[in-house]
Structure formats: C-alpha cells, structure tokens
C-alpha cells in the first residue's frame, strides 16, 4: 500500500471542496446528463475558445481555513488597535453582543438578498421598517428612505434631490465650510460632471442667491451647534432648499433639523453600534418632506396588505428606482447597506429612546467636563456650543498634543489651528483625564474630574433642546431585556428565506457560499475598530490586505490595477466611467460624452452614464440576446467624433458568452471609445477568460456577487474598479491618499470604501487559489447547464451560446405559459415559496422570463429539489392549460400559502389543503411557513406608510 506524503495528508485545498457543492460523483452524473466527458470538455464546448485567456492568473496557491486565518491575524496583528476620537463622522461605539452575534455573524441576516420577494422577507422588510421609522422621528422629518451607502455619497444624492425640487434653477450648490472634509470632496466629484458648480462657504457671511441648494452639518464638523432657522428662511426666500447632513445620536438631544424648516436630512448611522471598519460599510439614511417622497433616491419600505387583508411590508415606489427609469433616473443606487441599517435599527430597539438618551447624555457630559478642564488649562475653545465635539484652540501647540494623544493610546484631529476631540459611548472618565494630561503641556492648573463635573453646565444652547418625543412606537420599547431582544431577532429572521435555508437561484446576482471562515475576520478588533483616518502606522495591515486584494483583483481580471474604493456595483459603474471621462479630457477630447449602452443593460448602466455626465444611446440586441453588432457598428460610427465608452455585461446579462465580443471592443475603440464592462457575471470568467484580454478598458467587480461577500439583504456592496495601463492615474483619488494630480475625485466617503469588509474576498481568494478559482467557473457553468437540461423539456430556455449551452445562467421563458394558462411569472415565483425556495431574478433583463444562476456552490442534490419543484409547478400549469383548474382559483395564484390560510374553517379552493402545503414529498418536517400570503402592490403604493403602523391595525387583521 502506497502511503500518502504529509503534504498530501495536509489537503491545503480542501476548502475549495467546501466551497464547491457538488462532490465527484454528483460532477460525473451532472457531466454524464449533459454528454460530456468532463468538465474541461464542457467548458471548451461552452466558452468559445477565441475568448479564452492566454496569460495564467497568477495567485498563491490555495491555503487551507486555518493556515489562511492564521495568516491574516498576522495581517492584522499589524494594525494597531488604538482608542480614535477624531470624530468626522466615525464614532467608537458599542455592538450589542445580541446583536453582534445574533445580527453580524448571523448567515440567517447576512445572506438574505434584497427583498424583492416581500413574502419571504418580513423579517428584514420589518427590520427595515424600524430603520426609517427612528430615522424619520429623530430627524423630525416625514419620510426616510432604507439606507444609502455613506454620509459623502448620501449628501451627494440630496444634492441631485433638491436640484430636481427647488424652484430656484440656479446652477450652484452651496456646501457648508463646517461640513466633513470628505463630504465636501464627494460633493465636488459628483457635481462636477452634472454641470454643477459647488460654492464652499460660511453660510453666516451670506446666502448666493445663485444656489439652489444647502448643505449644512449639524453639529458642525468641528463640534459647533449651530442656530440654521434663519438660514433656512432665508434660502426658502431665494427658492431653494436645504439639506442637512445631522448626527443621529446628537438628535435625541437637539431639536431636530425637520423643526427648524430642513427639507432634507441624511447622515450615517455608525455610531449606532456599528464598528468603524476602517471606513465602512455603514448605513447612511436619508429623510425628507411627505410632498417629496415619489423623488426620493434609495429602497423605501412600505406597508401594504396581503391577499387575506393582513399587514405586510415589501419595497415601495418601486418606479423611482433606476431598474425603471434607467438613464432618466437621478440616482444609480441599487444595492444600499441594509444589513448595517439592520443592525442600527436593532441598536435603536435595544436600547429604547431612554437608553439613546441617556447615551448622548453621557457622552455630552464627557464633552462638558473635558471642555471645562482643558479651558481651565488656559485653552480657547472653538465653540461654547457642542454636542460631543471639543475643538480647542492649540496654538502653537497643536502637533505636540496630537503626538502626546497619540503615544498615550488616543487619536486626534489635528486641525490647522488647533485639536479636534470627538468623545463617544466607548469613552469614559479615564478618557477625559488622559486627554487632560495630554493638554496640560506644562500647566500646573489643578483638575478634579468630580468637582468639574459638579459645577459644570450642559454646552447645548438652550433653545436648541430637543422637546419632541421619539421612537414612540411599541417596538423601540418592548425588547428591553436581553431574552426578549434575542427571541425578536429570531422571531424575524425565521420569516425569511436566506441561503442558510434554501438556494437562491438568482440571476444575475449570484448568491454563492458566503463561507464562516471568510466572515469570522470581520470582527477581529484590528479591522472592525480601525477609524478610516487612523495615522499611517497604525493601519499596516489594512494597507498590506488591500494591496494585496487589489493585485488578486487584478490577477483575476487581466487589469493593470485596480481600486477598492467604490463601495457597490452602481459606484464602480459611475467611478469607471469618470475615470474614462478624466483619459479623454487628458488627451483633449474632453467633448467625448456618448456612451452606447446595449437595450439589456441592467438599470444601474444607463444611470452611472447619465450621473456621469454622459449621453446614452441604445445599441440594439438581436433575437439570441447578443448585442446587434450591425447596429453597434453603425450607431459608433454615427457619433464617432464624440464616443466616449461602450459599457457591456459580459457575459451578456442574458447568460450568454457573445463570441463577438473582441470585435465589438475593436469597433468601439476604432472610434475612440473606451470600454466599460460590467462584471456582475465575473462568476463565469475567473480563471477561464481575462477581461482585459478581451479588448476591455475598465470593469467593475462585484466582490458581493463573484468574491463571495454575503448581499446582507440588500447590502452591503463593495465594487472595485479595475483598469487597463493607460487608465492607472486616473483612479479615485481620496485627500487621505498620496495618489496622483491626475485622479478622478473620490467617489466615496472613506478613502478605501467598505473597508471593513474587504478581508472576506482576500480570505476566499486565499484559500481557493489560482486553481480553486477556475473551478468554481467551470462548476457554476456546469451547475446552470445541469438545470437548463434538466428543465428544457419543461420551459423553453429562452438564450444558449455555443452548442447550445448557457454560460453560468440561464433564462427560462414563460410567456408562452402565460398565453396558454393566465399563469404569471409571479405566481410561478410564489408557488416556489410554497417549496421553500427563493425565486430566481424575474423579468430581467427579459420581461416574463425567469432567470436561473445557481452558482458552484449548490449541491445537486439541491439543484435537483430545484428543479424537481420547477417541473411539479410545470404539472400544476398543464391542469390549468387542461382546463382541469380555473387559474384564479389554483394553488399557483392563491401561492404563497400561509398556515393561517390552510388551517382556517372554510375551505372551497379545488386542491387539497395539502397540496397548497406540502406541494412536493418529504416537506412536512422542515416546512418554512411563509408569514403572509401575496402581497398587493398596488394598494401599498396607492396607501404610502414607511413607518411602523400602529400595533392595532394587526389586531384589526387577526379579528
Ligand atoms: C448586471 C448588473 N450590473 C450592475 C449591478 C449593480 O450592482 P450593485 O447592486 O452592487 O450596485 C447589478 C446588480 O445586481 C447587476 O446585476
């Protein structure tokens, strides 16, 4: 008997085994179905060979869970954990350990997609609906949105809001010098290319009647609480209006910014428990009037009622979105942070209004005590009015005292003339005196924290104290002890379907494993609790993991160089494209402004183009889903004096690997053109194709969809640009980072975007390797090809490739269904609730299709159940087409089935109870029971509510 080697014993790739579903023998039987001999030979027969990749991706090889996290805790083992109070927007803060562990390092959370489906996703939808009702009472404002995706990009998109509101038509935009640094240089990126000017300045030496638009923060940046009434009327007086970027926490305490004439509030969450993350990912919000809620950018929830008249939630006002208003849409937002809104809300409902208060309360006595002894040290202070933020007037002493906080373990904002101080719920005492000796330099003065804090008063001025009440509703109140907090958790998310449930067949959005050993870093205390402008020395490791990801990037895209910064796809999308604007302005073709965009572009395509300052011309698609190259050829022609970018999806957002992609990137650059691809279905290529190989200028990728970080029900995001040679100086730039003059703007609030998160994506590519990689593309195209096969006989798949095979998805036509039985692609995708299974992406890109991407990391004993399910319902639609059942009246259109519906007394509906039930064998011991049966759209949008409704109009339901 040969004996095996250490080395072999050792298996440093096992966990590309974990991370793929289907074992050897499942891969044989699935290859066998589709009359190959192996999984190359597919993959040769699927990916036509004159796009395959020449140059190997050059990546380590694969490591296993425990060697790689071993060696990213020696990763950040180089970051210093160091207590940061620098404030501008990031805040140390305390996660709850119930919602640390039961929230953040929950699959059940973590995996859920973006409620599209409201049946499946009460519990996230409920969630969410507490979001924007804290959000809206602690602003003072009507309505507030489900998240954006930080406080810089949020304040951007109120500037887009109120440009389309206000009745001035002015082309400024006025932005408050007492705003954040970082918001103000997102502000000049995205206004610049809308033909924008913003005007920077003291909002107090007078008002441009030019602006039809402010942006005020409120404390300011530096601490300051200032009085805005007056500057609000006066801005009304001139017809524009005024967005306030406004401190969550400071709100429980001020008088909100909707009592004093605000017409837009936005801010960031963080501090309400969650951790810096060297910049994100955090959930910003946005608030504003009921009158402009129809404009509002983002998801809003709302609540609606079921087909049995129960309360429900799903996502309102859909239209507003960019899916529908494509290049007319004034925001190309799509995926948002909604599992860090999550957390917020939780934070909210934990702690109550008593227990916010008394927070800011505490913090604000802190500030208080500080101010008063480092006055008695003989400093000036900026201001006598602040909330939790100490500016103090340094002198010459300024960077003696950073330096002195620093060595003492404390972080400062250095300012030019002087210390800022930004204390938080971490904060205490010890803090206070520590930062005193920090200041003393010299002074003898004597300190005695208690007798300070004996005499010393509140520092709000006392006509900005808040009087009104907030988050009055039961469910801020309720969960006070930590049982009950814990059961609420549960109690939601066993209402929703999430990968650690079921498959979620989504198309286009990839939902792959989201594996424990990737998530378990993310809360290390050296990434979670590093503020994004921490001092160089202290974020080495972070410096060495984002390199080191870019480079992996880069390996798997062919691209020169790539940046981490855009924080979601939409924002690599816009961040590209501007980087493509900043090469044709370098070479003076600054008037190139055309971006072809194919008719089956995802929404976010033509919105970035439009956001981005670019025109949108619609390039034809032929009757196999492929961009019409005739078409293509003529309309880039046609405006070849000023093409600037074609953006594609490849392979095409129909599944589909285009053989003519090199010649349609050769056309487009034959009239000087730049190409854009998107990278969403990256899941098809790593390894097999490189996309700058292809002719491709710039991508984004998805790190959400291909590298494995979870959706979290509708974010977070990351999308990285990765670029061609020539584009490299052109990258965002950031005031935190040394890059070059030639930089586009930044296009997020922190340098580094969703820092935080990033150590997933690195762990995954670590332990998968170059080869890993490789197989995953191979088995995602197996895996989508097994279930075309498997359903073909049943649907009509609606686009193959080469020898009439799909890439990693596939499209499943219904049409035809709806014209032979009534049946919709709705009550197809409800009925699958019925079966436990989230429904695949509906009518995208194709109206009434499904499309199916079951990715690599479903087994086939699962893509089995899937398609075991797709067939049975297909038997439920031949009874209709048989004339056996009316549809109005099938277990299809009455899907999903509640218990409440099935056990009630009455029963007239055709089919057994059972049916509606337990539709296919073996379910009755792990039946996932929707909460609510189908949801009605229409009356939701028709009867707006996007706070939480009063508990009565549940007991109105149940009577
Ligand atoms: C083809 C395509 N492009 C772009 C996006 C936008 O990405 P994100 O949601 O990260 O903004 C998506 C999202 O699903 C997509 O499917």
């Known amino acids: 008997m040969t004996r095996p080697t250490l080395n072999e014993l050792t298996a440093h790739d096992a966990f590309v085994q974990r991370h793929i579903g289907p074992s050897d023998d499942e891969t044989a039987a699935m290859l066998d179905a589709l009359g190959y001999d192996s999984l190359s030979d597919l993959t040769d027969a699927a990916v036509p060979r004159g796009i395959r990749r020449e140059r190997p991706m050059t990546l380590d090889a694969p490591r296993g869970e425990a060697e790689t996290l071993a060696e990213l805790a020696e990763i950040a083992g180089q970051n210093k954990v160091v207590k940061s109070l620098i404030g501008q927007g990031y805040y140390g803060t305390v996660t709850p350990g119930v919602i640390l562990r039961n929230i953040l390092e929950n699959p059940a959370w973590y995996t859920a997609y973006t409620p599209y489906q409201p049946e499946i996703s009460q519990g996230r939808l409920e969630a969410l609906l507490n979001f924007q009702t804290m959000v809206a009472e602690l602003t003072g404002m009507d309505i507030a949105n489900a998240s954006l995706l930080d406080e810089g990009t949020a304040a951007a998109e109120a500037m887009m809001l109120v440009r389309k509101l206000a009745r001035n038509k002015g082309d400024q935009f006025f932005v408050s010098e007492r705003c954040h640094s970082q918001t103000i240089e997102v502000m000049r990126t995205r206004a610049e290319p809308m033909g924008i000017e913003v005007v920077v300045g ?41 967005v306030v970027a406004a401190d969550p926490l400071a709100l429980t305490l001020l008088t909100p910014p909707g009592e004093w004439g605000a017409d837009v509030v936005i801010g960031s969450t963080q501090r309400f428990g969650v951790p810096f993350g060297f910049g994100g990912p955090h959930a910003a919000y946005m608030a504003t009037k009921d009158a402009h809620k129809r404009s509002m950018p983002g ?54 209004p008593e ?106 001025p006392e006509d900005l104290v808040r009087t009104s009440a907030f988050l009055t509703h039961p469910v801020f109140h309720q969960h006070r002890s930590e049982t009950e907090m814990l059961r609420y958790l549960r109690r939601l998310s066993d209402k929703d379907i999430a990968l650690d449930r079921a498959m979620i067949p989504l198309g286009s959005c990839t939902m792959k494993l989201n594996a424990t050993a990737e998530m378990i870093p993310i809360t290390w205390p050296e990434f979670a609790n590093i503020h994004p402008f921490a001092p160089a020395d202290q974020t080495i490791g972070y410096h060495r993991l984002i390199t080191e990801l870019e480079r992996m990037l ?111 990137c050769s056309i487009v650059h034959e009239h000087g053109g730049q190409v854009y691809t998107d990278g969403a279905n990256l899941n098809a290529l790593v390894g097999l194709v490189s996309l700058q190989e292809l002719g491709s200028d710039v991508s984004h990728m998805n790190l959400h969809k291909t590298f494995c970080i979870p959706h979290g029900g509708g974010g977070p995001g990351v999308g990285p640009i990765g670029v061609a040679e020539h584009l490299v100086p052109y990258l965002p730039g950031h005031s935190e980072l040394d890059n070059l003059e030639t930089a586009i703007g930044a296009v997020s609030a922190a340098p580094y975007g969703s820092a935080g998160i990033l150590p997933i994506s690195w762990t995954y590519i670590r332990m998968m390797g170059a080869e890993g990689l490789t197989r995953a593309t191979r088995m995602a195209i197996l895996n989508a090809n097994y279930v075309a096969k498997r359903l073909e006989d049943h649907y009509p798949v609606l686009y193959t490739g080469p020898n009439g095979l799909v890439a990693h998805e596939c499209i499943i036509d219904l049409r035809p269904i709806k014209d032979s039985s009534g049946v919709t692609v709705d009550d197809v995708a409800k009925r699958l609730i019925d079966f436990g299974f989230h429904a695949p992406t509906m009518s995208f890109p194709v109206a009434g299709t499904l499309m199916i991407e079951p990715t690599e990391s479903e087994s086939k004993v699962e893509l089995d159940r899937f398609c075991d399910a797709m067939i049975a319902i297909r038997e439920e639609i031949r009874a209709i087409e048989n004339g056996d059942v009316p549809v109005e009246h099938s277990a299809l259109r009455n899907a999903p089935h509640t218990a409440d519906d099935l056990l009630g007394s009455a029963w007239d509906r055709p089919y057994p109870r059972r049916a509606g039930a337990f539709p296919a064998p073996g379910m009755e011991a792990s039946k996932y029971w929707p909460p609510v049966s189908r949801i009605d759209n229409v009356y939701g949008d028709r009867n707006l509510v996007c706070s939480c409704p009063p508990i009565e109009a549940y007991q109105d339901a149940a009577e």
């Not at 939630?313 to 925001?331: D, G, P, V």
């Not at 494209?577 to 089956?600: M, N, Q, T, W």
């Open 355 to 460: 227990g916010l208060t008394r927070i800011a309360r505490r913090v604000h006595r802190l500030a208080a005590v500080l101010a008063e002894g480092v006055r008695r040290l003989g400093y000036e202070l900026d201001s006598d009015r602040f909330f939790d933020t100490v500016t103090v007037k340094t002198r010459d002493w300024g960077a003696t005292i950073w330096e002195t906080a620093r060595v003492e373990g404390l972080n400062l904002r250095l300012e030019d003339d002087g210390v800022a101080v930004s204390l938080d719920e971490t904060c205490d005492r010890a803090t206070v005196e520590k930062l005193w000796t920090c200041f003393r330099q010299g002074s003898e003065a004597e300190l005695d924290f208690d007798a300070i804090e004996a005499e010393v008063a509140d520092a709000l």
């Open 554 to 664: 880069a390996a798997a895209t062919g691209y020169a160089a790539v940046s981490v910064q855009p924080n979601a796809g939409s924002q690599g999308e816009y961040a590209g494209l501007l980087v493509i604007r900043a090469y044709h302005r370098a070479r003076g073709e600054g008037h190139r402004d055309v971006c072809l965009i194919p008719s089956s572009a995802h929404g976010t395509n033509p919105a970035s183009a439009a956001m981005a300052g670019m025109r949108v011309v619609v390039v034809a698609c032929d009757s196999h889903g492929n961009v019409d190259v005739d078409d293509l050829r003529a309309k880039a022609a046609q405006h070849a004096d000023s093409l600037a970018a074609l953006m594609i999806t490849y392979p095409s957002t129909h599944g589909v690997f285009e053989e003519r992609v090199k010649e349609i």
């Open 202 to 242: 003291d909002e107090f030496a007078g008002l441009p009647a030019e602006a039809f638009g402010f942006l005020l923060q409120y404390p300011a940046t530096r601490g300051g609480v200032h009085h805005y009434a007056d500057i609000v009327e006066r801005a009304h007086g001139n017809d524009a209006l005024v």
């Open 299 to 352: 998801r809003l929830v709302g609540v609606s009622v079921d087909a049995a008249g129960r309360p429900a939630y799903r996502l309102a006002l859909q239209t507003r979105e960019q899916h529908i208003r494509r290049e007319k849409a004034t925001s190309n937002i799509c995926t948002a942070q909604v599992l860090l809104a999550v957390i917020a809300s939780m934070y909210a409902v934990y702690h109550g």
